[in-house]
């Protein structure tokens, strides 16, 4: 199982970024799949996750009404759409899959098991 990560960089807050998980190796719809990001010094926290039985989505209330997780089922890829940002949304940013499908996807890092090797974002004030 691979996944690849990208679309980090920099951008000054109130811009927009967008994220892509491109995976290799598994099916994404089958699986509960999530956004995670850590900043220096923090524990990683969970952003977003789409749960595979419904394609429900939950987010963190901080990133409520600017980010938005997808998935595109014909590329096996997963999105984060970034809108509104904020100098605290500076990170690295990971994308990962749960491989045992529970009923609703988790924001817990410790309940995922494959993960993409993380991709920078920087948001300057």
């Known amino acids: 199982v691979q996944l690849q990560a990208s679309g980090g960089g920099l951008v000054q807050t109130g811009g927009s970024l967008r994220l892509s998980c491109a995976a290799s190796?598994?099916?994404?719809?089958?699986?509960?799949i999530g956004w995670f990001r850590q900043a220096p010094g923090k524990e990683r926290e969970g952003i977003s996750c789409?749960?595979?039985?419904?394609?429900?989505?939950n987010y963190l209330d901080s990133v409520k009404g600017r980010f938005t997780m997808s998935r595109g089922n014909a590329k096996n890829t997963m999105y984060l759409q970034m809108n509104n940002m904020k100098p605290e949304d500076t990170a690295v940013y990971y994308c990962?899959?749960?491989?045992?499908?529970?009923?609703?996807?988790?924001?817990?890092?410790?309940?995922?098991?494959?993960w993409g090797q993380g991709t920078l974002v920087t948001v300057s004030s």
């Open positions: 190796g598994l099916t994404l719809k089958d699986y509960n």
């Open positions: 990962a899959v749960d491989n045992l499908v529970g009923p609703s996807c988790s924001p817990k890092y410790y309940e995922y098991d494959y």
């Open positions: 789409i749960t595979s039985s419904d394609g429900g989505t």
